[in-house]
């Protein structure tokens, strides 16, 4: 089955870097994502990585893939307090965004 | 709209009763989805629309639950007698679904919280 896990909470200093982790179970998920949901707000797509590559670097974002581990990460360079929020890991075989969701990672951000 | 538009951002209802939560995707967009979010916990899938058909309703918990899309732009979420526990943010979200290569990102609405009392 599909199951999707991270750790509940996180707490860095402004301008320290924060890394995310997360592991997944589904061998066939084609495509991993990121997604930030502050209070009171929607989902928004960080970023994504494609099941066949290793890293992806989005300015401050760095997404490592260990497929063979199914473990992914997230880490936010420079983290400011802006970042604070919600992050959910998630998964999908492809097709359409039947996407399997994380419980999140709740980041807090210390100025 | 410029986004997912769903309403009422709130919905406080009595056990039992009928509820309807309306979702305004992003227009164009052809694929529509609905998630729940309960306290604490990721969305998990609904059901998925490609136009005005529902191509994946395997996530939708029970037949209390059904949804419509009749003319492949907005979608209504329906909960019949609904229960205490029903009581969670539904999202709905879409996209511009493509047959083949990556998929397009899903927008997210800011969701409709129901509370069940």
Redesign the interface.
């Known amino acids: 089955g599909e199951d999707?896990e991270q750790s509940l909470f996180l707490s860095v200093r402004e301008g320290d870097s924060s890394v995310i982790n997360c592991t997944y179970t589904d061998s066939s998920s084609t495509?991993l994502y990121w997604y930030k949901q502050e209070p009171?707000?929607?989902?928004?797509?960080l970023t994504y990585i494609?099941s066949n590559m290793d890293m992806k670097q989005d300015q401050r974002l760095t997404v490592l893939l260990n497929k063979k581990d199914k473990h992914l990460s997230l880490r936010i360079a420079d983290t400011q307090t802006g970042d604070s929020a919600i992050y959910?890991c998630?998964e999908?075989a492809?097709?359409?965004?039947?996407?399997?969701?994380?419980?999140?990672t709740k980041l807090q951000v210390i100025p | 709209g410029a986004g997912?538009s769903q309403t009422p951002s709130n919905k406080v209802t009595e056990k039992g009763k009928y509820v309807e939560l309306r979702c305004d995707p992003i227009s164009g967009h052809t694929?529509l989805?609905w998630y729940r979010q309960s306290l604490?916990?990721?969305?998990?899938?609904l059901i998925?629309f490609?136009g005005t058909g529902a191509?994946?309703d395997s996530?939708l918990p029970n037949d209390r639950f059904f949804a419509v899309r009749p003319e492949g732009s907005v979608s209504t979420l329906k909960i019949q007698r609904t229960e205490r526990g029903d009581s969670a943010v539904y999202?709905c979200?879409s996209?511009s679904?493509r047959e083949q290569g990556?998929?397009t990102?899903?927008?997210?609405?800011?969701?409709t919280r129901l509370t069940v009392v």
Do not use: H
């Open positions: 999707v495509y009171g707000a929607g989902l928004q797509l494609f959910f998630a999908n492809g097709g359409y965004q039947k996407v399997t969701f994380g419980i999140g | 997912v694929a989805y604490g916990q990721g969305p998990e899938f998925y490609q191509a994946d996530g999202l979200a996209s679904y990556p998929n990102e899903a927008f997210f609405g800011q969701g």
